[in-house]
């Protein structure tokens, strides 16, 4: 993947092809930012750039060297990730050991960590130390959700690479491109921040399965509440879907701003837009503070779900929260 294809993230891209221009590389990069927002992708087009044989400041994706990196089987390139809960001490030593059986060839060798975040202080520490002695020219790229939780001393030994959330817009016509269905599309990019956790997301079943029986609840749940929980145990908790309950409250959530975009005349904005004739049916069933206050008790839910609720119980108050007013 050439830099071009990677959406969005135009300054991460420029301080990465203005070294690579210029012949300033650093020995250190730390790609911060949301998960699923193309931080992999990215270290591995700027590393493809680093040993392309074609092209100086991109990856042409035909080269020998970019064709070893993307199958990664190139010598000189090695991607770390946690075994188990975090990267330990071993791992960082095994690399170490790696390159140094390599120091008869003189060239550049460049190490990708997935999660460096999750990197015991063992670890970290003699990360530090192999980067602050480079026997060769060693280009470390660590990659975290969040770059301030790294040890201070190597969050100021690297140079920042900021990711950032996408352009919703953009994922959602990126995924369509890509094959996922639109309907799964534009409810995706609502709950990810980026396309490689969209298309991630987009492939689960689950995701496909609890959509569908949010639809059903979303009709059920204004009127006939003890059907609604009835629904809701046979279809949810009683089955695989349960573990993922936190989503559907999420999904829940974007159902009721459809009903209020609806009453706003925004259809362009409805995520749940095939759903057309139920939402026109709904939506005037609440005034517009009734919805917002459906949407709170969506929230409300997750977080009590996220915190060990038990799904159920959530759902029941969850309903209850959803009534009163109008
Ligand atoms: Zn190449």
């Given amino acids: 993947m050439s830099f071009e294809h990677i959406l969005g993230q135009e300054r991460a891209k420029k301080i990465l092809q203005n070294g690579l221009r210029s012949g300033k590389v650093s020995h250190?990069?730390?790609?911060?930012?949301?998960?699923?927002t193309g931080k992999l992708g990215t270290a591995l087009t700027f590393t493809k750039a680093l040993f392309c044989e074609q092209l100086q400041d991109d990856a042409c994706d035909e080269c020998l060297s970019c064709r070893k990196i993307e199958h990664g089987n190139h010598p000189d390139v090695q991607v770390i990730s946690p075994?188990?809960?975090?990267?330990?001490?071993?791992?960082?030593?095994?690399?170490?050991?790696?390159?140094?059986?390599?120091?008869?060839?003189?060239?550049?060798?460049?190490?990708?960590?997935?999660?460096?975040?999750?990197?015991?202080?063992?670890?970290?520490?003699?990360?530090?130390?192999?980067l602050e002695e480079p026997t060769s020219p060693i280009t470390a790229i660590l990659i975290t959700e969040n770059g301030q939780a790294m040890l201070p001393t190597i969050q100021s030994r690297s140079q920042w690479v900021p990711f950032t959330p996408q352009d919703p817009q953009m994922i959602c016509s990126e995924l369509i491109k890509q094959g996922c269905?639109?309907?799964?599309?534009?409810?995706?990019?609502?709950?990810?921040?980026?396309?490689?956790?969209?298309?991630?997301?987009?492939?689960?079943?689950?995701?496909?399965?609890?959509?569908?029986?949010?639809l059903q609840l979303g009709k059920e749940c204004g009127t006939r509440l003890p059907s609604a929980l009835l629904m809701a145990q046979q279809k949810v908790f009683k089955t695989e879907l349960a573990e993922h309950a936190d989503m559907l409250f999420r999904l829940f959530h974007l159902w009721f701003r459809d009903m209020l975009n609806y009453q706003y005349n925004r259809q362009d904005s409805l995520v749940f837009r095939d759903q057309l004739d139920a939402i026109g049916k709904l939506a005037w069933t609440k005034s517009a503070e009734g919805w917002i206050r459906c949407m709170d008790a969506a929230t409300e839910a997750q977080k009590r779900v996220r915190a060990n609720v038990s799904p159920q119980l959530a759902f029941e108050q969850f309903l209850v929260g959803m009534q009163g007013g109008t």
């Avoid at 250190?28 to 699923?36: D, E, N, R, V």
């Avoid at 975090?86 to 060798?109: C, M, P, V």
Wanted: proline share 2%; net charge positive.
């Fill in 28 to 36: 250190a990069y730390l790609f911060s930012g949301p998960k699923g």
């Fill in 83 to 130: 075994e188990g809960q975090s990267i330990k001490i071993d791992q960082i030593r095994e690399l170490q050991r790696e390159f140094s059986y390599r120091t008869h060839a003189a060239g550049r060798k460049v190490y990708i960590v997935e999660q460096a975040e999750s990197m015991t202080v063992q670890a970290a520490n003699s990360l530090l130390k192999f």
């Fill in 181 to 214: 269905p639109a309907t799964l599309a534009r409810a995706a990019v609502h709950i990810v921040n980026g396309l490689d956790a969209g298309i991630q997301l987009c492939q689960q079943n689950w995701f496909a399965e609890l959509r569908n029986v949010m």
